[in-house]
């Protein structure tokens, strides 16, 4: 599996963005797919999962905020990001954990094993 994120750019606090990854592949439903970020010098953050139907989980630090969502049909998956704060900014990773399930270790980096190039988001004051 091969990802591709994108989407991400300069925002101003309180702005919205939304990002994409898009997934080669014909397995895709079988993978649990995750969103992940990393402030410089701070380690790789959990953000947000969704499993093969739709069932999500998200760190409480965005709930409300991120909407995480996927598209089986596309090979896609999203973050819809609202009432951006300059703590968000980061590189944003999406990465693909096969077999992933609600209530399994979908915030665990460790249990991904595909994972996309990153796409800067910045968040100003």
């Known amino acids: 599996v091969q990802l591709q994120a994108s989407g991400g750019g300069l925002v101003q606090t309180g702005g919205s963005l939304r990002l994409s990854c898009a997934a080669s592949?014909?397995?895709?439903?079988?993978?649990?797919m995750g969103w992940f970020r990393q402030a410089p010098g701070k380690e790789r953050q959990f953000v947000a999962a969704v499993i093969w139907n739709g069932i999500s989980t998200t760190v409480d630090s965005v709930k409300g905020r991120f909407t995480i969502s996927r598209d089986n049909a596309k090979n896609a998956v999203y973050l819809q990001m609202n009432s951006l704060k300059p703590e968000d900014t980061a590189v944003y990773y999406c990465?693909?954990?096969?077999?992933?399930?609600?209530?399994?270790?979908?915030?665990?980096?460790?249990?991904?094993?595909?994972w996309g190039q990153g796409t800067q988001v910045t968040v100003s004051s």
């Open positions: 592949g014909r397995t895709f439903s079988s993978y649990a």
């Open positions: 990465a693909a954990q096969r077999g992933g399930y609600y209530g399994g270790a979908l915030d665990d980096f460790k249990q991904y094993t595909y």
